[in-house]
């Protein structure tokens, strides 16, 4: 199984198949968890774009992994086990770039983009896959007004050889972390503390400008960032960035277990109460500027990607319980780290 949203993407550029729209994250839904074979938790980095994987299968014996990308930053990883492909955004290109068969490749490979997208973008930052489709949320201001909040979602599609702009939401807030649940976008509202969701988000096949269907208050978080959501466990988690001038130490993550029944019964700007999640925070955690955050829920593992702390470190919390200044079991240093991807196969 992977975690969250199973994708067969790539498989789909090398070898079309009819599974193009069939592979969504239903076939997380049984209560059977396979064993696993591997687990690696990719990270992008906005101090040299290269990407950096982790083999986590053993906490104990952990390796890490770097691939020299011609990018100078990069954001938004992620990665297809099935097909051995690593995709993030570009920083620096301002579009998608994709590496297939880096799963053989010794630490500090130069490689080179097998499937790279058009250029398109100011600011890229997370991307959230499904089938065929990338999107992109790109935190630039919009209209040239910075006192009116806005952000966009660039929504790429594959067609096998390169990725092409299929169309652009523009929305009333400004965007930063993303993903899919079933068909339901689900966004960070970057520079405040709330939750936002599209449902049936890539129904708006043209450029449009768009709401979200609701956005919710998540009590207790100062300005998110980052999100996942583990479907296996209907656990979400976000990330607080506190105040982005502190970079060392204001920093959090919150943990929302049952997330879709507690989401569920909040009304369109309604909140959330810090009581219904546990938050983890304080000097002990090195959270300074938590950006992004993935999730293994067969060890209760929250991985971060710190841009901050001690100019950037990912950090994995084992234990979590009832929350508080939890110190790392994982420190890694990873300079500017911008995205986490966790891959279990
Ligand atoms: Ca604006
Ligand atoms: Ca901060
Ligand atoms: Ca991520």
């Known amino acids: 199984m992977k975690a969250l949203n199973s994708i067969k993407l790539f498989g789909l550029l090398i070898t079309v198949s009819l599974f193009a729209f069939s592979c969504n994250s239903d076939d997380d839904s049984g209560s059977q968890t396979p064993p696993t074979n591997s687990t690696k938790l990719f990270a992008s980095n906005n101090t040299d774009g290269n990407i950096t994987y982790y083999d986590v299968t053993d906490a104990s014996n952990i390796t890490t992994t770097t691939l020299l990308t011609t990018s100078l930053a990069a954001d ?6 099935d097909n051995d492909v690593v995709l993030q955004a570009s920083r620096s290109g301002f579009n998608l770039e994709a590496f297939t068969g880096i ?8 490689i080179v983009s097998a499937l790279i997208g058009t250029v398109d973008m100011q600011s890229p930052r997370e991307t959230a896959v499904k089938g065929n489709i990338v999107v992109v ?7 040239g007004d910075m006192n009116t909040l806005d952000g966009r979602f660039f929504v790429y599609e594959s067609n096998g050889t390169e990725f092409t702009l299929r169309n652009t939401i523009t929305t009333d807030f400004k965007v930063w972390g993303i993903t899919f649940i079933g068909n339901d976008l689900y966004a960070v509202v970057d520079a405040d503390n709330e939750l936002a969701v599209f449902t049936n988000f890539l129904n708006n096949t043209s450029d449009a400008t768009l709401s979200a269907s609701k956005r919710v208050v998540i009590e207790g978080i100062v300005r998110t960032h980052g999100l996942t959501y583990d479907l296996n466990s209907n656990t979400m988690i976000m990330t607080d960035i506190g105040d982005a001038t502190n970079t060392q130490d204001d920093g959090g993550f919150h943990v929302i277990s049952n997330f879709a029944s507690k989401f569920n019964a909040i009304a369109d700007g309604g909140t959330l109460a810090v009581s219904d999640q546990v938050r983890v925070s304080g000097s002990s955690t090195l959270l300074g500027n938590p950006v992004d955050v993935a999730y293994d829920n067969a060890t209760g593992t929250v991985f971060i990607a710190e841009a901050g702390n001690g100019g950037g470190r990912i950090l994995a919390f084992n234990n979590i319980g009832s929350g508080g200044d ?20």
């Open 76 to 81: 938004g990883i992620f990665y297809d086990a």
């Open 103 to 110: 799963s053989a490749l010794p630490n500090n490979t130069s």
């Open 326 to 345: 939890i110190t790392p079991t994982l420190n890694n240093t990873l300079s500017a780290a911008s995205s986490v991807y966790l891959s279990k196969d």
């Open 137 to 143: 949320a790109d935190n630039a201001d919009v209209d």
